[in-house]
């Protein structure tokens, strides 16, 4: 058969397929477990620092496991306590984080498979997603116990925007005991006081540390990264040897 589409002097003809031809999709089939809106704030949250094109899966996606969800650029990682029991880890495609938020309805819950996992909705709507079957690593390495927090200092996210601009490394801006800067050599480039921020000149990404304003309330210097915390969420960003 086919469908024929008139309108005035126009005319197609598209030839439809047999039903049989057609891979028909379902939700999963397994026990639907409650869920609520803490889900898609946790995707709000880490859904951005996963990246849709890598290669790596550690990078493509976010791990999806009881009370917590992860994602990480390679350089940055975020951790977001969202509270849900899931019941197994499920390593779900950053696409799929994308296309779930893009749903402008209340979610319900979820059932899943071994290799899927299916997002209900009010009103009937349904979102299927594979999963990737490569496990993750072991994240929790990535992050230390005992640290010294302290809030983020009032000017802080006000430095990292007075001097991004003038970076000569569009990738890293230079931090040191004095404040922060565009350039490692004092006299070139831009700088904003902000005395005790750090031990030792070290580099950030501008862009990394901007887009966390408003998400880590409290923070800790390394000699390699910084380590923040915010409301049910905490992570890491990796530094940059900006040595002289």
């Given at each position: 058969?086919?469908?024929?589409?008139?309108?005035?002097?126009?005319?197609?003809?598209?030839?439809?397929?047999?039903?049989e031809?057609?891979?028909?999709?379902?939700?999963d089939?397994g026990?639907?477990?409650a869920?609520?809106?803490?889900?898609?704030?946790?995707?709000?949250?880490?859904?951005?620092?996963?990246?849709?094109?890598?290669?790596?899966?550690?990078?493509a996606?976010?791990?999806?496991?009881?009370?917590?969800?992860?994602?990480?650029?390679?350089?940055?990682?975020?951790?977001?306590?969202?509270?849900?029991?899931?019941?197994?880890d499920?390593?779900?495609?950053?696409?799929?984080?994308?296309?779930?938020?893009?749903?402008?309805?209340?979610?319900?819950?979820?059932?899943?498979?071994?290799?899927?996992?299916?997002?209900?909705?009010?009103g009937?709507?349904?979102?299927?997603?594979?999963?990737?079957n490569?496990?993750?690593?072991?994240?929790?390495?990535?992050?230390?116990?005992?640290?010294?927090?302290?809030?983020?200092p009032?000017?802080?996210?006000?430095?990292?925007k007075?001097?991004a601009?003038?970076?000569?490394?569009?990738?890293?801006?230079?931090?040191?005991?004095l404040?922060?800067?565009?350039?490692?050599?004092?006299?070139?480039?831009?700088?904003?006081?902000?005395?005790?921020?750090?031990?030792?000149l070290?580099?950030?990404?501008?862009?990394?540390?901007?887009?966390?304003?408003?998400?880590?309330?409290?923070?800790?210097?390394?000699?390699?990264r910084?380590?923040?915390?915010?409301?049910?969420?905490?992570?890491?960003?990796?530094?940059?040897?900006?040595?002289?």
């Open positions: 058969g086919r469908l024929t589409i008139r309108s005035g002097p126009f005319r197609a003809n598209i030839a439809s397929l047999p039903l031809a057609i891979t028909p999709r379902f939700p089939a026990a639907f477990q869920a609520d809106d803490r889900l898609i704030n946790g995707l709000h949250v880490v859904a951005p620092w996963a990246l849709e094109n890598s290669e790596r899966v550690f990078s996606s976010i791990l999806l496991r009881d009370e917590t969800m992860v994602a990480s650029n390679g350089a940055v990682i975020v951790e977001f306590w969202h509270g849900c029991n899931i019941g197994a499920l390593v779900m495609p950053r696409v799929a984080a994308t296309a779930l938020l893009n749903v402008k309805r209340q979610l319900l819950g979820f059932s899943r498979s071994d290799s899927s996992i299916t997002f209900g909705f009010e009937g709507t349904w979102l299927k997603t594979q999963l990737y490569e496990p993750w690593p072991e994240y929790q390495k990535l992050f230390r116990d005992g640290l010294a927090y302290r809030s983020v009032e000017a802080f996210f006000t430095a990292i007075a001097v601009p003038f970076v000569e490394d569009t990738h890293a801006i230079a931090l040191d005991p404040g922060t800067h565009s350039h490692t050599h004092n006299d070139a480039g831009a700088h904003y006081e902000l005395p005790g921020l750090v031990e030792r070290i580099g950030y990404n501008p862009k990394y540390l901007l887009a966390l304003e408003g998400i880590m309330q409290q923070i800790h210097f390394s000699e390699d910084l380590y923040f915390v915010g409301e049910n969420v905490r992570g890491a960003v990796m530094g940059y040897d900006k040595g002289r």
